[in-house]
């Protein structure tokens, strides 16, 4: 039976993960999280942690004037997610009820209910005015200096407006499926894009495997890659396998490898699903031998591109990670190069907003092999602008591109050809 309760309370579980122990809500979900709930209260939960998430700043900014010192985590993520719902039209009674009955329950805080009540009833009156004059959510500082030294100052506003507003979603369909029982619009790329989408698996053609879920921005490195029937295609890093379902479905021969084993087990319900076939490898990429046609390497990378659909990224990560990741991505491209057969060619392509993951990697690696070349032409396709085209000749793509049409993920890609 469904229990808004129960999913608050799991929303304010996730939301003390991602803010004190630096978890990702994908990691969260992964470990059972969510397992105790029934199927809406689990969409509910995952629904409000990603909301509050995306407007903390403007919580916090409602709820500094009634708070005199900051209380433990926990209580003062039920204020925060109290205040995102009574912001966003969530009836004041049972809103603040809800709060406050979750925080009694709690063994080391519970006598903070009787603050709970007070600061929320203030916010139910004064928050939603307030709420509307606030700024855009910006980016923390460790992610937010970087992307302005790359972007600009104006540039940057954009992308938060995107990572604010969210994302439509976007379904990549077989070359041969009819999709228009989506009631979706057909984007110059090829993507269909849903706007108020509800849930993925009761969508006609989902059980069918018509179609899989892939951001417009996502699905276009395959796009690009162009493999023919029959060609011998390596994909590194390639689970949950948008891309390789996209290439099988060109009729190429696809190898996809992933280190994750659990990955993999996606991907292969992915191929099942849609009654596609591929060769699957658990495996590390920088182990794999041969000589492909065509490789595409969808490196590790800092997913700094993803924030629209995961807000709980900026707020868990700080960028620690992103020295390893760039010299990983470094190791990868060159041995990718070392697999790619002469005359063929490498897709390489991260969904990353940082240059060092994107450009940098691609100019280092022409400076590097002189038997390569970035192709240019392969990027002009129909929805794409040229001034996205970038000096080394890679494609960069940013969440507020298309700003009107719903936006698109970060993503930087350049196809690489090997001299004959
Ligand atoms: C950006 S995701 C790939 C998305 C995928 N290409 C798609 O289109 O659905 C990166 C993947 O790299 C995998 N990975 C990380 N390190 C790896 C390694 N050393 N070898 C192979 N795969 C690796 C991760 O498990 C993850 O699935």
């Not at 708070?67 to 809103?95: D, F, I, Q, Y």
């Not at 390596?234 to 490898?257: D, S």
């Not at 991505?329 to 392509?349: D, E, I, Y």
């Amino acid at each position: 039976m469904s229990d808004a309760n129960h999913a608050r309370r799991t929303a304010v579980y996730l939301l003390d993960q991602v803010l004190g122990e630096g978890r990702l809500l994908a990691e969260c979900y992964a470990a059972g999280a969510l397992e105790k709930l029934a199927p809406e209260d689990r969409a509910r939960a995952q629904r409000l942690a990603a909301e509050t998430l995306r407007s903390l700043e403007r919580a916090d900014r409602v709820l500094k004037k009634h708070l005199k010192k900051t209380p433990p985590l926990t209580v003062m993520n039920a204020l925060r997610l109290g205040t995102v719902e009574l912001c966003s039209g969530g009836a004041a009674h049972g809103v603040v009820n809800a709060m406050v009955a979750i925080v009694s329950r709690h063994r080391r805080h519970g006598q903070l209910k009787g603050l709970v009540n007070a600061v929320l009833r203030k916010v139910a009156e004064e928050g939603p005015a307030e709420w509307a004059k606030l700024r855009t959510p910006r980016l923390p500082n460790w992610l937010r200096k970087p992307l302005v030294q790359a972007w600009g100052a104006e540039a940057m506003l954009g992308m938060e407006a995107a990572h604010y507003a969210g994302a439509p979603l976007d379904v990549t369909g077989k070359p041969d499926a009819d999709l228009s029982a989506l009631g979706g619009v057909l984007l110059p790329t090829g993507s269909v894009r849903i706007a108020a989408a509800g849930q993925v698996s009761s969508l006609p053609g989902f059980e069918a495997g018509d179609w899989w879920v892939q951001d417009a921005a996502a699905a276009l490195p395959a796009r690009i890659l162009n493999v023919q029937p029959g060609e011998q295609v390596l994909e590194l890093c390639a689970a949950p396998g948008g891309k390789t379902m996209q290439m099988a479905a060109a009729g190429a021969k696809v190898t996809a490898v992933d280190i994750s084993e659990n990955r993999v087990a996606r991907l292969r319900e992915n191929l099942e699903r849609t009654g596609l076939e591929a060769e699957l490898i658990t495996g590390d990429a920088l182990e794999q031998t041969g000589q492909y046609d065509a490789v595409l390497l969808d490196a590790p990378c800092s997913a700094t591109g993803t924030i629209r659909r995961h807000p709980d990224l900026p707020q868990a990560k700080d960028g620690s990670e992103f020295g390893g990741l760039i010299e990983l991505q470094a190791q990868m491209l060159a041995h990718a190069w070392s697999l790619v057969k002469p005359g063929g060619r490498l897709m390489f392509c991260t969904c990353s907003l940082l240059p060092d993951e994107g450009e940098c990697q691609v100019e280092e690696a022409l400076d590097m092999f002189p038997d390569m070349t970035a192709d240019r032409e392969a990027l002009n396709l129909p929805g794409v602008e040229p001034a996205w085209i970038t000096e080394e000749g890679g494609l960069r793509l940013r969440p507020d591109y298309w700003a009107t049409d719903g936006g698109m993920d970060g993503f930087y890609m350049a196809l690489l050809r090997k001299s004959a």
